[in-house]
């Protein structure tokens, strides 16, 4: 671009367009690639920092009251003086697992997938994509990563505080919120709420970038319907966020109000703890705590997932080398997903009481909307058939998303009648049905989008070899550890129990009718096996990402994959500003094997 | 390398990108305030008793009044931006920050009201029997009616009918002053000083009552009356931790007041660089004045939805 400029710049405006220093470049970016990456490598690292959370929770469940090996002292020391109560002996105390608990649910849903899914890889892509030189306000850019950043020390602050981490559950339902921890003034919770604030401003000030960039920013000839379905996916994420997040917010500031300044927002009149009378005003009401909550809760789900589905659509598309089947039909029910996901939310409240009548309209809804989520995966599904398919590493991922997203949302329709639901809920079903959504598939498709997209942001490939190594042993232990859930479950195995059911099993109360058996108490420690597992199958794709970065093996073109989306056509790694030449589009966004073509990829600004 | 659109409109959606970045921020205002209405509303159902009258109209009325005038101010300043009149845009933009300063200057001087006011309820019926003969010269029921009066405003409505007779003179909360009138005092407080009493000041009957001819009875304003600390099972100030009323009134009423002070702070920052701005990019700080007070609009339509929720209903 400084090659354009005339001989007749001034000496300041040749300085201005100097390379910047490593902190402008690196730190303070305000290019949506860098900032991109910095939220890739800060939401990977969350991921294993949650993941690692549970691996010791998993211990506790598994063998309960026994000290942990080697973890438990490394725990003890970085915990400080609170590791007296909190991890008497290296033993995990009941304290100590809801905090980890807590802290596990809130660092992969705020810190590890929305960053990884919706802030990374939207801000690297959706750019790219729809040809733009950069984010609509690259400055609000650059704050939104710092509001995610301080909005994670906050959280991992947290934990070395007096009392500990918050401990109620990421969805810190009131009053248990407020009354969890009363010695301390200011406790885990009150740094649960102030993290999320600065991580719900975050994602406010993305989302807004987001939107407004796909609006004003499409290349010449982008027209909506010419969009990569990866960019929908983003575009409805973007308002889920937009609309969602400010109710969380406003329930946070008043539970933030109950905490500190002994309001009464959630707590209700004739509170007793321990037998005393709980010094407030009363006459607030928990079930709206719960109603706030959920209203974000669930577009939040979609949240996790929408950009997901966008990821494998690119990739099945690329790699069956053939048009995305019903283009049209999921655009239509990304957008129908999008206003649903808005009035399904007091299904997760099915026994608070709401009444029956609530209870009918929530469930109807939801059920309505898994017709679009239906269509997209059957869409998705029937973009195979007939496809050349090339099963590289990304594909692998890509396609394993399909059955274990799949997995995941049927076993969620029993959740969706109150009916059985009252069964069922708060039980290890649970747990197994979202993680199946969350993990084997989004974080499936996130593995898959990192293995895609990495040539484009290096350009060099990750290692094959490892990559299949990789897949093979998450997919496994993956299956491993949520399947037996569904058993547990199904047999009333509760959730948040810190001896992981001991207490209610036959063993320790015979001849009850309905406790727990000893074969279900078992496959608690299969699973933590399994989880365990999982963790060392992830150390493949730890090296394969580092050693790749320097010695991978370099990409032939800019476009290795030969894909027709904008971001393929671009310098690789593309530079600050993008494109080389201005693109303009003059096709769809999946010409694959067009009849009469060249080849067997036309890409969007290739002109006939 | 640059961000089209930054200043001129894209010709398809007709807009430029700070335009359509502000009005989605927007949308997410309104569902931030609109999360807190409603959580207004569902206190409001569920409570057996919502307080009325505790806030002053005509102070609220007069601050509605200075954020409508900032509205249109700051619509001037825009209006003479486009027809290239800086100096004169330039003195609305300052009427319009100095109507912002004024509003967050009223609305403190209603805070302060607040912190200064206080609660007392006693130990037992005999000891609140007392207080109120001491106080008001009866422990009647028209006395009790214009006690309760001051803090739910509607002694004879439906939910006193409900309840057949008035609360019991232990359950009364009594409203009235400190002497000194010193802010946020509480019973631990007090007794972490040893205080034995304290000299309270009761309201007027009748404050809250709205009705015709149950004007304030200005017989027993400013009637000292000491007050032994054993008597006392509550005293608080009207803040937050007071009652839900409070409690909402004071989250709506500070973010509110959070987002003008915001807004004037862009303002501001807009006033002193507007010269040179103006100089070098009329257009591109035209459309910042524009986006400002789309801002501003909306900072005062929650204003317009606030003042009767909180003050008339």
């Known amino acids: 671009m400084a090659a354009t400029h005339s001989t007749t710049h001034t000496a300041h405006e040749a300085h201005a367009h100097h390379e910047p220093g490593f902190w402008r470049k690196y730190i303070f970016s305000t290019d949506h690639k860098v900032i991109g990456i910095q939220y890739g490598i800060t939401a990977l690292l969350f991921l294993f920092f949650g993941f690692l959370l549970m691996a010791a929770m998993r211990w506790q469940i598994a063998y309960p009251g026994e000290p942990i090996p080697v973890a438990g002292k490394i725990i003890g020391w970085l915990l400080g003086a609170e590791a007296a109560t909190m991890i008497p002996g290296g033993i995990m105390s009941p304290d100590l697992y809801n905090a980890f608990g807590a802290m596990h649910g809130t660092i992969m849903v705020f810190l590890a997938i929305v960053p990884l899914a919706f802030a990374a890889f939207g801000n690297y892509v959706v750019p790219l994509q729809i040809g733009a030189p950069d984010m609509a306000f690259p400055r609000i850019n650059m704050v939104s990563y710092q509001c995610f950043f301080m909005g994670g020390v906050v959280m991992l602050a947290s934990f070395f505080i007096p009392g500990g981490a918050a401990r109620s559950g990421w969805t810190s339902y009131s009053p248990l919120a407020s009354m969890a921890d009363l010695t301390n003034r200011v406790d885990g919770q009150t740094f649960w709420l102030i993290g999320m604030v600065l991580l719900i401003t975050s994602s406010l000030l993305g989302a807004v970038n987001f939107i407004a960039t796909i609006i004003q920013l499409r290349a010449k000839g982008m027209s909506w319907m010419r969009l990569p379905f990866f960019v929908w996916a983003q575009f409805v994420t973007g308002f889920l966020l937009l609309l969602a997040f400010p109710p969380l917010e406003a329930a946070g500031v008043m539970q933030l109000m109950d905490n500190v300044l002994d309001t009464s927002f959630f707590l209700p009149s004739g509170l007793v703890i321990s037998g005393q009378p709980v010094d407030v005003s009363g006459g607030g009401s928990p079930l709206l705590w719960q109603h706030l909550f959920w209203f974000l809760g669930h577009p939040e789900v979609y949240v996790l997932i929408l950009p997901a589905m966008g990821i494998v659509a690119e990739i099945i598309a690329c790699n069956t080398r053939k048009p995305l089947w019903g283009y049209k039909a999921l655009v239509h029910s990304v957008l129908a997903i999008g206003f649903l996901s808005f009035i399904v939310w007091a299904h997760h409240m099915y026994l608070t009481g709401m009444g029956t009548k609530i209870s009918t309209f929530f469930q109807t809804t939801t059920m309505i909307i898994s017709i679009p989520s239906v269509i997209i995966l059957t869409a998705l599904f029937l973009s195979l058939w007939g496809g050349s398919i090339r099963f590289n590493t990304p594909m692998l991922f890509a396609l394993a998303f399909l059955p274990m997203f799949g997995i995941g949302g049927l076993t969620g329709l029993p959740l969706g009648f109150n009916a059985s639901d009252i069964l069922l809920h708060d039980t290890y079903y649970v747990i197994a049905h979202f993680h199946y959504v969350v993990a084997p598939g989004t974080i499936f498709a996130l593995f898959a989008g990192i293995y895609f997209w990495f040539p484009k942001a290096t350009g060099r490939f990750m290692s094959e070899g490892l990559g299949r190594i990789h897949f093979v042993l998450s997919f496994v232990f993956m299956n491993l550890i949520f399947g037996p859930m569904f058993l547990q479950g199904l047999a009333g195995m509760l959730r948040r129990m810190s001896d992981g059911g001991a207490a209610y099993s036959l063993a320790q109360n015979p001849g009850i009718e309905g406790a727990l058996s000893d074969a279900i108490i078992n496959l608690n420690k299969g699973v933590s096996m399994a989880a365990w597992g999982l963790g060392l199958s992830q150390i493949p794709f730890i090296i394969n990402f580092f050693w790749s970065i320097k010695h991978g093996k370099k990409v032939p073109s800019d476009n290795p994959w030969q894909a027709t989306t904008l971001e393929w056509q671009t310098p690789t790694p593309p530079p600050h500003g993008n494109f080389a030449v201005e693109p303009e589009v003059h096709r769809g966004p999946y010409d694959y094997s067009v009849p009469g073509a060249k080849s067997d990829y036309s890409p969007q600004n290739q002109s006939h | ?313």
């Open chain 2, 1 to 313: 390398m640059e961000i089209p659109y930054t200043v001129t409109p894209r010709k398809d959606t007709g807009l430029y990108n700070a335009k359509v970045g502000i009005w989605l921020f927007l949308a997410s205002e309104v569902m931030l305030f609109g999360a807190l209405f409603s959580s207004y509303v569902l206190l409001r159902v569920g409570a057996p008793f919502w307080p009325e009258g505790l806030l002053n109209i005509p102070i609220g009325t007069f601050n509605t009044w200075v954020l409508i005038t900032s509205s249109v101010t700051v619509v001037m300043c825009w209006a003479n931006l486009k027809l290239g009149n800086f100096n004169k845009a330039r003195v609305y933009l300052g009427l319009t920050i100095l109507c912002a300063l004024g509003f967050v200057g009223i609305k403190t001087v209603e805070y302060n009201d607040k912190f200064t006011h206080y609660t007392i309820r006693f130990t037992n019926d005999v000891t609140a029997a007392a207080f109120l003969k001491e106080a008001y010269g009866n422990d009647d029921e028209a006395t009790r009616s214009g006690v309760f009066a001051n803090t739910y405003g509607v002694p004879d409505s439906k939910v006193v009918a409900k309840n057949k007779e008035l609360p019991p003179p232990r359950f009364l909360e009594i409203t009235g002053h400190l002497e000194g009138n010193p802010h946020f005092v509480t019973l631990k407080k007090l007794k972490a000083k040893n205080a034995e009493t304290i000299t309270f000041i009761p309201d007027a009957l009748n404050q809250g009552k709205k009705e015709k001819g149950a004007a304030p009875d200005p017989a027993h304003d400013h009637k000292k009356v000491t007050v032994k600390m054993s008597e006392l099972v509550y005293l608080s100030a009207y803040t937050p931790q007071r009652n839900t009323y409070f409690a909402i009134y004071f989250t709506l009423t500070g973010l509110h007041a959070a987002h003008v002070i915001g807004g004037a702070l862009v303002m501001a920052y807009l006033f002193f660089t507007g010269r040179r701005w103006w100089q070098k990019a009329p257009e591109q700080y035209t459309n910042r004045i524009e986006v400002a007070g789309l801002f501003w609009h909306f900072v005062d339509l929650v204003w317009i939805f606030l003042f009767p929720v909180l003050y008339l209903l």
